[in-house]
């Protein structure tokens, strides 16, 4: 297995896993494939150096897409998409693409990783493990209509 930078040719592997896991619980989201096409390109065009897949064989695995955030006490990256294929999970796969991540956060000198997790999914507990904490921050919504 192989961690590399996102290029296009990724794009529609990665659209295909989001796609494919989002349908899981506790997530159970039906998405229009060229809804998450675009997505991916959104997040990939803005922040190339931060868009990495774990891929065997030209199969993509999982992916981490991530974006950088000016914030007062300096740039944070915040984690947009990260899915690992439910039948890698538990295999390392997501440790080395966080891991790489990390990385590239080193090296553009920036200190804080953000992420929001669904506080019903396995995701939660990788988070954890890996060094995560719950922030002063929470995500709030509202319907606009």
Same mark, same amino acid.
């Not at 295909?16 to 899981?24: A, D, G, H, M, R």
């Not at 000198?109 to 929470?138: C, H, M, P």
């Given at each position: 297995?192989?961690?590399? $930078? ?16 989002? #349908? ?8 229009? #494939?060229?809804?998450?096409?675009? $997505? ?15 891929? $065997?064989?030209?199969?993509? #695995? ?12 300096? %740039? ?12 890698? =999970?538990?295999?390392?796969?997501? %440790?080395?693409? #966080? ?12 200190? %804080?990783?953000?992420? %929001?997790?669904? =506080? ?22 509202? =319907?606009?209509?």
């Amino acid at each position: 297995m192989d961690i590399v $930078r996102v290029n296009e040719k990724h794009i529609d592997a990665i659209a295909e896993l989001l796609k494919k896991e989002f #349908l899981k619980p506790p997530y159970n989201e039906t998405w229009i #494939l060229s809804r998450l096409v675009g $997505r991916v390109e959104e997040v990939f065009g803005d922040n190339k150096k931060f868009c990495f897949v774990a891929v $065997r064989s030209g199969v993509v #695995l999982g992916v981490v897409l991530a974006s950088t955030v000016v914030f007062r006490e300096g %740039t944070r990256c915040f984690v947009e998409e990260f899915v690992i294929d439910s039948q890698e =999970q538990d295999a390392g796969v997501g %440790t080395k693409l #966080l891991a790489r991540l990390e990385v590239e956060c080193k090296k553009a000198e920036i200190e %804080t990783l953000w992420v %929001t997790v669904n =506080q019903k999914a396995r995701a939660q507990g990788f988070y954890l493990k890996s060094g995560f904490v719950a922030s002063d921050y929470r995500l709030m919504e509202k =319907q606009v209509k």
